[in-house]
């Protein structure tokens, strides 16, 4: 489009994401009857042009997604009933500016906003529904303003705010679906109000600086799916009270101070899906009865309601493969159970079997005793275990070889004797998978398999399993 172009038309609606432009085309300056305009995930470089601040009649603005560079003007003034302003993932800089009008979704996230957030931001949110201001670089006190009892989604998560979070924001935002001020550097106690907050479906303050006790009033949250109070300084004995959590999907505490033994009541929740308990002080046998947990029990995906028509986007950071990993959007299809770094001691429960959809389970670095389960070969959708740095004998149960989708296995530092299978996914593993077991036999050096024939596969005359050791016969001796 030439830049000297001027249209016979009057456009009320463009949309232009996913097109491929360079720039924001110059005649939308002569298009002031335009209520939507959509320019996401484009390349479009430089400053935000002050023409688009001019249209009046303009309703909602989506630039997202781009290459946007700049600030944002001084005076950020809107029409009167503008409706959405999503100007995320770009680089937009400088000090945090919000429009005049009370838009009802403010996305300015990621982006590299910078300073404080107004303490008068309040004014600006007068019928904001969602509002995320994550992965800036925003600092300071999270203001006591912000609380506004229209809010339904408020993502403050990724930056560096610090203080306490405000009293008021339990007291007063009640109509909160989600509140993610997870991974900042948050203080001071949890506040007992947070019971009012009746309607929260994602409670996400992971990542902080918060000590003391989980507050019981939390328990009356009974619409609660997500709740991530991971990486903290909380202690106690875990509450009880979790198990009135029946649309619970995600429980993580992990790296905490909890102590005390197993909550049974964590095992009487029927909706969880992910349980990531570790890095504490707790203690005591793992229960037996498991297959309450029907979420795990059941391998087909389940329907949570995660408020994806909000526009908020879940992110769960669970340690997978023997790695930190962050999920987006993984309540379908995540099932997971995290024990590890505890003080847990007895046997492995053989009902552990039953949870068929479990597709990673890591019980490594506790007391754990006696043999691995034969039933562990029954969960079928497993991809990764890790049972390493226990007291466990006796030997691997050839019912692992069933696990075909089985991609990480860590055994290693327990008592284990006898042969390793050489069966199913076993041809996969290497050494590291069985370190520090001295009685176990067969362990292979190298998860390579090769074929003594150039030729390739297909006309293999023999197989060689690298790592297995051979007398100069060429017999098996291991």
Not at 153 to 180: E, F, Q
Not at 207 to 214: A, C, E, P, S, T
Not at 275 to 283: H, I, T
Request: proline content about 5%; some cysteine.
């Amino acid at each position: 489009m030439d830049s000297t172009w001027i249209p016979q038309f009057k456009l009320s609606t463009l949309a232009l994401g996913s097109c491929n432009l360079d720039r924001i085309p110059s005649f939308l300056v002569t298009q002031y009857d335009l209520e939507y305009l959509d320019l996401s995930a484009n390349s479009i470089q430089r400053n935000i042009p002050s023409s688009i601040w001019n249209l009046t009649s303009l309703c909602s603005l989506n630039l997202s997604c781009n290459q946007l560079t700049g600030s944002l003007p001084s005076r950020l003034t809107l029409p009167k009933y503008f409706d959405s302003l999503d100007l995320h993932s770009n680089s937009i800089e400088g000090a945090l500016l919000l429009p005049n009008a009370g838009a009802y979704l403010l996305d300015l996230s990621m982006n590299q906003f910078n300073g404080s957030i107004p303490t008068d931001i309040g004014a600006y949110l007068q019928n904001t529904r969602f509002l995320s201001l994550s992965r800036n670089n925003l600092r300071g006190a999270i203001p006591d303003s912000i609380c506004t009892s229209y809010l339904e989604v408020l993502d403050l998560s990724n930056n560096t705010l610090s203080s306490v979070i405000p009293p008021h924001l339990a007291r007063n935002c009640s109509s909160l679906s989600v509140l993610d001020l997870a991974e900042n550097h948050l203080e001071g106690k949890m506040q007992a109000e947070w019971g009012n907050i009746t309607k929260i479906h994602t409670l996400k303050l992971n990542g902080n600086h918060l000590r003391g006790v989980i507050p019981s009033s939390i328990s009356e949250a009974r619409s609660v799916q997500v709740l991530d109070l991971g990486n903290n300084e909380l202690e106690d004995t875990l509450p009880h009270w979790i198990g009135k959590l029946s649309q619970l999907h995600v429980l993580v505490l992990r790296s905490n101070h909890f102590h005390g033994s197993f909550p049974r009541q964590v095992i009487g929740l029927p909706n969880l899906q992910i349980l990531d308990l570790s890095g504490n002080n707790l203690s005591g046998p793992i229960p037996r009865n498991l297959t309450n947990l029907l979420a795990m029990v059941n391998a087909s995906q389940s329907n949570p309601n995660h408020l994806e028509d909000v526009r908020y986007t879940n992110k769960i950071k669970i340690s997978w493969k023997g790695w930190d990993v962050e999920f987006v959007k993984v309540l379908f299809i995540l099932k997971c159970i995290d024990l590890s770094n505890n003080n847990l001691s007895g046997s492995i429960p053989s009902k552990m079997g039953s949870l068929q959809g479990l597709i990673a389970l890591n019980l490594s670095r506790n007391h754990l005793s006696g043999r691995i389960p034969k039933t562990l070969g029954y969960m079928d959708q497993l991809e990764s275990l890790d049972l390493s740095l226990n007291s466990l004998n006796g030997n691997i149960p050839l019912e692992l070889e069933f696990l075909s989708y089985l991609e990480f296995l860590n055994i290693s530092y327990n008592i284990l004797d006898g042969k390793v299978p050489h069966g199913g996914q076993f041809l996969t593993f290497g050494e590291s998978s069985y370190l520090g077991n001295s009685k176990l036999s067969g362990i292979p050096f190298t998860n390579i398999t090769v074929c003594n024939n150039s030729s390739g596969y297909g006309n293999c005359t023999s197989i060689e399993k690298i790592g297995e050791a051979k007398n100069s016969d060429g017999e098996m001796i291991g």
